[in-house]
């Protein structure tokens, strides 16, 4: 295998994600002591004798009584070793899992770990699909073959040179014992599932665009710089403190009042979708699922910020305050949310419509806030900017929360909506049904399409929404006021 060592990759080097290969790198030390790790002998695949091997059930069973956890807990931590390359394969390479069972693995060669940062370039892999092509005569996996027209494509002009490469390096092999030749097929095959995963498949050696300076490095000393930590420092005294105790008893409180919401945490009812690849939760989850969960339902409670940042808790609100005749709290709410997070394009004009719904005299949803407040706010609106209805927002927000909120706790609308919320059943799922489920995945959708989606699910309801006649009418008769009067007709 063909790595240039003379350039190193600088996006990995800085990066947080070091210190979890780190860890990783120390747990894989002590489960190769000969002492106290895992017991590793030699294994026969076939009619091959593999030195050195260790089966999954091994590797399992030392993590569970290292770390004192389960056996779920023990194969996600061996899972994630065979993820980063650490433990190879060496019968399935199609998935990077550690099977409860006598499949065999092997450590890989330190030369192999992330931490070595050899920049995984296009020119290797081409060698390396060469190769294997060589080997099988033609016959690579589906993806591989892609792969191997794309650079072939694209590396028409040195293709001479990277299949000599591969015939050498398959020459060279041939020359090795068949007990080594297996161990490093197997070991450069795991090396580029790692880092050229098959599609479908998360990569876990993902790290996003390359850093090509260092954050942690030490700045040049200037007088802007002193003016700065000066600066900082004064408006760190200026802060209002609170102790300690209080604080670390709000964070007792919230995680104690999150815990059982928190799917990494407790059980995910019907199923964790981290763990299992089932869609149930996410389907049950959806932003405007006609019928929400117990789980969901209960967050509710917990605070007013919770209730608006669940859409669907938002739709139970607004039924409630309709009833009360008070839903237009709620929609000037939204409408600045909207305003704030909108297009920049749009901002004056949706800063004039709010003002004349919500705000002018005889608006149609007209809002009380008190005279100062509307004094600011109205003379924000001459310069519109996002952040002009800030202290109207504010006041609306404090006023459902106060009064609203509480007697929205206490109505029927909300307790018909916990009557109505369903409690999946946990639902078990077979090694095999897993593997099915793992085949089955598929990446999320675009940011972009929910964003469509959303706007046509907006669409739809402001179609479905009840007509102001009295506003239509006055839009007509101001269209009408501001057209250009018709030319006289030409005399013949």
């Given at each position: ?9 600088h ?14 790198e ?15 002998q ?9 030195p050195?091997?260790i ?9 569970a ?5 389960d056996?779920?807990?023990a ?8 993820a ?16 409860p069972?006598?499949?065999?693995y092997?450590?890989?060669?330190p ?6 940062q050899w920049?995984?370039e296009?020119t290797?892999?081409a ?22 027209n794309?650079?072939?494509?694209w590396?028409?002009h ?13 020459r ?5 014992k068949?007990?080594?030749?297996v161990v ?16 479908g ?13 260092e ?5 040049t ?5 002193y003016?700065r930590?000066?600066?900082?420092t004064?408006?760190s005294?200026?802060r ?10 709000a964070?007792?409180?919230?995680c104690?009042?999150?815990n059982?919401?928190?799917?990494f945490?407790s ?7 981290w ?12 932003t ?8 969901r339902?209960?967050?509710?409670t917990?605070s ?7 859409p669907?808790?938002?739709?139970d ?9 008070s ?5 000037f709410?939204?409408v600045?949310?909207?305003l ?10 949706k ?20 005279g100062?407040t ?7 609106l001459k310069?519109?900017h996002r952040y002009?209805?800030?202290a109207?927002?504010t006041?609306?927000?404090m006023?459902m ?5 509480g ?15 369903i ?9 095999a049904?897993?593997e ?12 972009i399409?929910l ?5 046509e ?14 506003q239509?009418m006055?839009?007509l008769?101001?269209?009408g ?8 007709p030409?005399?013949?």
């Amino acid at each position: 295998m063909t790595i240039r060592n003379t350039l190193r990759d600088h996006g990995q080097r800085y990066r947080p994600r070091m210190a979890c290969l780190k860890k990783a790198e120390k747990v894989l030390l002590e489960m190769q002591d000969p002492k106290t790790g895992v017991k590793s002998q030699p294994q026969r695949l076939v009619i091959t004798t593999i030195p050195h091997a260790i089966t999954g059930e091994d590797i399992l069973s030392w993590l569970a009584d290292r770390f004192q956890v389960d056996t779920q807990e023990a194969r996600n931590v061996g899972s994630m070793l065979v993820a980063l390359g650490y433990i190879y394969p060496l019968q399935d390479h199609k998935r990077l899992v550690i099977k409860p069972d006598a499949s065999l693995y092997r450590f890989q060669t330190p030369y192999f770990w992330p931490t070595q940062q050899w920049p995984v370039e296009d020119t290797d892999y081409a060698i390396y699909l060469a190769k294997r092509n060589i080997r099988k005569k033609g016959i690579l996996e589906l993806h591989e073959q892609e792969q191997y027209n794309r650079l072939h494509k694209w590396m028409n002009h040195k293709w001479d040179f990277i299949v000599m490469q591969a015939k050498e390096q398959y020459r060279a092999a041939k020359e090795r014992k068949k007990p080594d030749r297996v161990v490093f097929d197997c070991q450069e095959r795991a090396y580029w599932v790692v880092h050229r995963p098959p599609p479908g498949t998360v990569s876990a050696m993902d790290y996003g665009l390359e850093r090509r300076i260092e954050p942690n490095a030490d700045e040049t000393k200037t007088p802007d710089f002193y003016e700065r930590i000066m600066i900082f420092t004064q408006q760190s005294i200026m802060r209002p403190r609170v102790k300690s105790s209080v604080s670390i008893g709000a964070l007792v409180k919230y995680c104690a009042t999150y815990n059982n919401h928190d799917p990494f945490l407790s059980k995910c009812l019907p199923s964790n979708p981290w763990l299992t690849d089932d869609i149930t939760y996410w389907n049950l989850n959806m932003t405007n699922v006609a019928i929400p969960t117990k789980m969901r339902v209960e967050r509710w409670t917990f605070s007013f910020g919770e209730l608006l940042s669940d859409p669907r808790g938002r739709d139970d609100f607004r039924l409630f305050l309709k009833k009360e005749f008070s839903g237009e709290n709620l929609a000037f709410w939204e409408v600045c949310e909207d305003l704030r997070w909108g297009a920049a394009v749009t901002m004056r004009e949706k800063a004039e419509q709010i003002y004349k719904t919500f705000l002018a005299r005889g608006a149609p949803r007209w809002i009380n806030i008190d005279g100062k407040t509307m004094e600011i706010t109205v003379n924000g609106l001459k310069h519109p900017h996002r952040y002009v209805l800030d202290a109207a927002q504010t006041h609306i927000y404090m006023l459902m929360k106060k009064d609203s909120y509480g007697r929205y706790l206490k109505s029927p609308v909300f307790k018909d909506t916990v009557k109505k919320a369903i409690c999946p059943e946990e639902q078990k799922f077979t090694d095999a049904q897993l593997e099915q489920n793992a085949k089955n995945r598929r990446p999320s959708l675009s940011p972009i399409v929910l964003r469509q989606q959303e706007q046509e699910q907006r669409a739809k309801m402001a179609a479905n929404a009840p007509v102001d006649i009295t506003q239509v009418m006055s839009k007509l008769s101001k269209q009408g006021k501001e057209a250009p009067p018709c030319p006289p007709p030409a005399k013949k």
